[in-house]
C-alpha cells in the first residue's frame, strides 16, 4: 500500500510540473485567455500601452539602424501620441484590456504587421 501511495504522489508531481525550461515572464498567467481578477490593470497611457505590446512580445523595444522603419516602441508611442484624442483612448483601452494572445501580430515581434492588431485597426491606424 505505501509504494501505491509513493508511486501516486510521484507520477501526480511529474504531471503537474511546468519543467524547468519554463519561465512565465511577461507572458504568464495573466497574458492568456479570459478575464484573470487578480491580474494587473495595464497603464492607461501611449507609453504603458506599448509597453505592454513589448512584454506581451508584439513589437520590439527598438527595432534598430537597420529596421528603423519597423514598429518598435518609439514608433508605437509616436503613433499614439499624434492620434487624435478619441482614437488614442480607445486604442489604449483595447490594448489595457486584451491577453497577449490578442495582441500579437503577424511577424511579431520583429516585423510585426499592424494591421493584423484589432486594437490598432480599431482606432484606425
Excluded at 28 to 43: K, S, T
Excluded at 71 to 79: A, E, M
Excluded at 88 to 117: F, K
Amino acid at each position: 500500500m505505501k509504494g501505491w501511495i509513493t508511486c501516486f504522489a510521484l507520477l501526480a508531481w511529474v504531471g503537474c510540473s511546468a519543467g524547468d525550461d519554463v519561465s512565465p515572464g511577461a507572458h504568464g498567467q495573466c497574458a492568456y485567455g479570459g478575464q484573470l481578477l487578480d491580474c494587473p490593470e495595464a497603464a492607461r497611457t501611449a507609453a504603458g500601452a506599448c509597453w505592454r505590446l513589448v512584454d506581451c512580445g508584439s513589437i520590439a523595444l527598438n527595432a534598430g539602424e537597420m529596421n528603423e522603419f519597423r514598429f518598435d516602441w518609439d514608433r508605437c508611442v509616436d503613433g499614439l501620441d499624434g492620434a487624435t484624442a478619441d482614437r488614442r483612448s480607445l486604442i489604449i483601452n483595447c490594448i489595457a484590456a486584451s491577453s497577449c494572445d490578442q495582441l500579437r501580430m503577424q511577424g511579431s515581434p520583429d516585423n510585426p504587421n499592424t494591421e493584423t492588431n484589432y486594437c490598432l485597426v480599431l482606432g484606425g491606424r
